[in-house]
């Protein structure tokens, strides 16, 4: 079992920054996807980032050139750094580890406002 902990969501103004983490419980000795989806009211969950335990990582379209995912090996976490924000980014931020043929988990999620 593994238990994934976000943080570093919040209220930011159009234009701005945030950092979002994820912090798995325990190592993932295997191959694994983790990522970021989101989802707003009324809408589906939608990816946004993935990033293979290889290091290929992956982005929606709508995301691409400002936000980045990228992790840390020795801390089991993973960032996703979210620049240039717009309204239309306002969502909960879940993080998903899928372990590729095994379990999938999801942490609790972290809201993200983009307002004025």
């Known amino acids: 079992q593994v238990q994934l902990v976000e943080s570093g969501g919040g209220l930011v103004q159009p234009g701005g920054s945030l950092r979002l983490s994820c912090a798995a419980s325990?190592?993932?000795?295997?191959?694994?996807?983790m990522g970021w989806y989101r989802q707003a009211p009324g809408n589906e969950r939608e990816l946004v980032a993935t990033?293979?335990?290889?290091?290929?990582?992956n982005y929606a379209d709508s995301v691409k050139g400002r936000f980045t995912i990228s992790r840390d090996n020795a801390k089991n976490t993973v960032y996703l750094q979210m620049n240039s924000l717009k309204p239309e980014d306002t969502a909960i931020y879940y993080c998903?580890?899928?372990?590729?043929?095994?379990?999938?988990?999801w942490g609790q999620g972290t809201q993200v406002t983009v307002s004025s």
């Open positions: 998903n580890l899928d372990l590729l043929g095994s379990n999938v988990y």
């Open positions: 325990r190592n993932i000795f295997r191959i694994y996807v």
């Open positions: 990033i293979h335990s290889g290091g290929t990582t």
